[in-house]
């Protein structure tokens, strides 16, 4: 089923720059080792899809490219460091994004009531979806079907400060001041910094704009530059490096299931879009999310081949 909602606002055509792989990689390439190009012809058209440039964005990301080019379009992916520069070109220069259902909600919510509306907050994704539908509508964006994969922000500690400081929970945390290393748009956010600080008392006394799960958040909590930083809960890294979750034992986090965001007008001339995309969404699951980010940020697979791998398993290419 599919709920719309809509957005309008104007930025540069130079600020969605090109970008893929977690270390910079092209969701194409050249390179032999890469899934071949679709035989379908791609007869039906070009889709510009935009999304975030963080790991898990980005395979999901190729996943959407993948698809569509078998289903016979041409896709242009540019991918960017935060929601907030693909935004204001959707609709008109972006056609279709792999979203959050969370993000663009509240995305939504805060543009048209102001920076201090009151979030949805329900941790149901099909309910913040219909929650959300009439800011959607107004916006000219109809969401696809709601994947049961759900991936919510989380904050991440050294293993040696979580036992130091007896702290496994966001309120163990209450009082104390840290830095945080997140994402560029982290400041003032209701689910990120704006949260830690109004829910939780935490004395965030400043927001490194490192990124969302990016190497440089990491290393900067390994550094001891920042105590705190900014990850998912599907980040399959962590343990690896030291690092450990802390719980979101107050619940400010939103749903966040994955959920293909389209122009509403663009589906309405191409309705087998949610054809296409609809089937990746009942075949991802957290669990299975959780595996496939595990291979492109510890085992370092090319996104477009982790994507390929699972869309070939799934029957979907």
Known sequence: ML??????????????????????????????????????????GSITLAGQNFPEATLVASMYEQLLEDGGYTVEAKLVDSRDAYMPTFPGDVDVVPEYVG???????????????????????????????????AAGISLLEVSPATDTNAFFVTQEFSEAEGVTTLSDLEGMSVTLAAAPDCEGRLD?????????????????????ASDQTYQSVLDGESELGETSTTDGTLESQGLVVLEDDKQIQPAQNLVPAVASDFLEENPDVAEILNPLMAALTTANLTE?????????????????????EQGLL
């Open 3 to 44: 709920v719309r909602r809509t957005l309008a606002a104007v930025i540069s055509a130079g600020a969605l720059s090109l970008a893929a792989g977690c270390a910079g990689d092209d969701l194409a390439s050249d390179d032999a080792s890469e899934p071949a190009e679709s035989s379908a012809a791609a007869d039906k």
């Open 103 to 137: 993000g663009i909600v509240n995305f939504l919510n805060t543009q048209e009531n102001g920076a201090d509306a009151q979030p949805f907050e329900t941790g149901d994704g099909q309910q913040l979806a219909d929650d959300g539908a009439e800011l959607l509508e």
């Open 192 to 212: 990120c910094e704006g949260g830690l600080s109004e829910e939780y008392g935490i004395d965030v006394t400043e927001v490194l704009p490192l990124g969302y």
């Open 292 to 312: 496939l980010n595990g291979r492109v940020a510890v085992d370092r697979e090319k996104p477009e081949v982790v994507a390929s791998d699972f869309l070939t």
